[in-house]
């Protein structure tokens, strides 16, 4: 599950590998862009704004990027092996010396100034440009909505995804369904906003502690027990029914 610190990453080990550089080669495995060539041109940057990943190629084009559930950037010395199956590539580019490759993407696409596509996203967590006080306006704005579901909105404010969304109101003792009105929203965002930035640079965990089964309080625990409380963890549903993030992990007794 791609969150905002998973394509900060993605955006890290490919800036690495290509910004500054000349693209040698380019293939787009996209119908719409199968024609798009890129090569010549020079990477100017590559960032991540909440969980698009962005590629800026010059003259305002950017190659866009989200992963939704299963996408991945990897990038690797050119000649190395694919780590999964070429048809679920969508796209290759290479330097003289390296290759990224786009498994699985929910988008991917060329963009014409990509920030102002990009504007409706709320503060990102992780970016340059984050603004808190933004942030809990944007939450603040409809009171009467859950609180997991208002974390899980881009608009609002961008970086949550599911398990952020699970263990930052299983760490603020509060039941996801419970109203934004009800909830202290300025410490929620600052909370979402320390587990991003102590994430951007390591494996995920909420815990601190770096195991399977223990990286977290209650994403992907259903049933097994609360490290807190003991009490088996829940596990059902919050949202649209078509959306990939309304599985809800939380325990009934730490959250209120
Ligand atoms: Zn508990």
Redesign the pocket.
Known sequence: MPEGDSVYQAAARVRTAFEGKVIAHCQFRVPRFATVDLSGRTVESVRSVGKHHLIDVGDDLSIHTHLKMEGAWHVHPIGTKWRRPAFHARLVLRTDTHEAVAFEMGICEMLTDADGALAYIGPDLLGPTWDTDVAVANLMRDPDRPIGLALLDQHLMAGVGNVFRCEAC?LRGVDPRRKVADVDIPAMVDLCHRLLQANRSRIRTTTGVNVNGKRYYVYGRGRK???????P?SRDFLGEDDSEERVLYH?????T
């Open positions: 299983f027990p609360c490290f807190r409380c003991g009490t963890i325990c009934t007794r730490c959250q």
